[in-house]
């Protein structure tokens, strides 16, 4: 019985195979190609937990693009659903499909901008100001918040902390967004320097969180004694849950800065970047533009002053003159 099924099994796939190869001399070997075969791989390491190849192949769309990648201000977790409404705002406005680039450090969506791997992105002053020095990066406009188009540094420590300054954390666990955040770790960093210290020894650990809520996180859980951070996410983050004030106190508060900048390759089309510029700058003015940029809490988008930077280009002239 077990040798007449295992016949019988090696006769079905026989009859399988010469099934596939008449399929396709009956419809021929291209169409199928044509109709199965997808043209782009996407990668799928971030977060992938499966066994199998971590890239798949899916058809790809001849739609035009805009390329939006987003340095991790905020984790991504919270970028995306904070921003899509404002993503997709942008794409139906240009006639255009957004296509959104996550990466894990603001060096990494500072390399998709230089080498034309992306057209627009939510930047941090800090890599505005290198890329701007470094490879013609353009800025596009600012957000005003709260009637104001500048962001400081906050240092925070647990709200049990005895310490009162940044210099009563010698020693200490400290926690930054990104090693090239202007308000995560350049102003500490900048200040320690200039009273003295050495900030890559000032400290036992330097934890890169990865985002400004994360740092956050960092000290509310004691994982760090103290964070340098963006007082936008800061504050963004107490009105979201009002409890976490009560487990953090603010030591120390920097210069207010230019605040994060929506900047462009400069590669990207002329034409199709002031069409974009256009269409940020009067997103206030009708209703449904209006609703989106109050739920990212900014009052409207518009072009600074060029010497809006000119402090965090004195910052980057001291700590990265060479780059």
Known sequence: ???????????????????????????????????????????????????????????????????????????????????????????????????????????????????????????????????????????????????????????????????????????????????ISQTGWIYPALWLQQHGENPKQFFSDHIIAGSHDRAIQAVVSGFADGAAVQNLVYNRMIKDDPGLADKISIIQKSPEYGTAPLVANPKMDPAVRERLRRVLLSMHESPEGREILAGLGIDRYEVPPDSLFDDVRQCAALWNPQY
């Open 1 to 179: 019985m077990s040798r007449r099924r295992t016949i019988f099994m090696f006769l079905i796939i026989i009859g399988v195979i010469i099934g596939v190869y008449t399929t396709m001399e009956l419809f021929g070997q291209n169409s199928l190609n044509k109709l199965y075969t997808p043209r782009k791989w996407v990668n799928l390491d971030k977060n992938y937990k499966g066994g199998i190849n971590k890239r798949v192949l899916v058809p790809e769309s001849t739609d035009p693009k805009l390329r939006i990648a987003m340095a991790p201000i905020m984790s991504p977790e919270k970028n995306l659903p904070f921003y899509k409404n404002l993503i997709k705002y942008l794409g139906e406005r240009l006639g255009m499909e957004p296509v959104i680039l996550q990466r894990s450090s603001y060096s990494e969506v500072n390399d998709l901008l230089q080498y034309d791997n992306c057209d627009v992105g939510f930047i941090c002053t800090y890599p505005f100001v290198l890329g701007e020095r470094s490879y013609g990066l353009k800025l596009l406009v600012v957000p005003r918040i709260n009637g104001k188009i500048t962001s400081q540094s906050f240092i925070i420590v647990p709200a049990e902390s005895s310490a009162a300054s940044l210099m009563d954390l010698r020693g200490k666990r400290f926690a930054s967004c990104d090693i």
